[in-house]
């Protein structure tokens, strides 16, 4: 990814603010400003997402619900035309069809990272399963 320098000015207050959280999450300033830019068009674009930090790291998620590879990764256990899918899937989480329709966006906007959740869980799953036959094994 290409780089360049972009100068602006921030209130004392704010940069201060900036420094110390970028302190605590233990990166700079300038790749705090990157992520903040970089989600905040992201919501801008996408009302109604909201990104939440975690263990994997931070993710889209909709306000108030389930990450967006959730709702990604469930729509390939449904089947029927998009209507059908998309009011399967509000049942499923508990939300609104525009709700589902607004993740779904997102998600087609954001492909690969949705991809590389979905992925990284399916990882983590059959890690989980491996340990679980094997301290059955175990136990034997």
Known sequence: MARSTTSVRLDDELRDRLAATAAA???TVTE???RFA???LASAAHP???FKPGPSGRRAALAGGPDLWEIAAALRHITGHE???VAALAEQFGLHE???VIALNY???HRDDIEERIRANDRALAEAERIATE???LLA
């Open 25 to 27: 999450e233990g990166t």
């Open 32 to 34: 705090l400003i990157e």
């Open 38 to 40: 970089r989600e905040g």
């Open 48 to 50: 109604g997402i909201v």
């Open 83 to 85: 209507a059908q899918r």
């Open 98 to 100: 525009r709700q589902v």
């Open 107 to 109: 998600a087609a906007a």
């Open 135 to 137: 301290r059955e094994r």
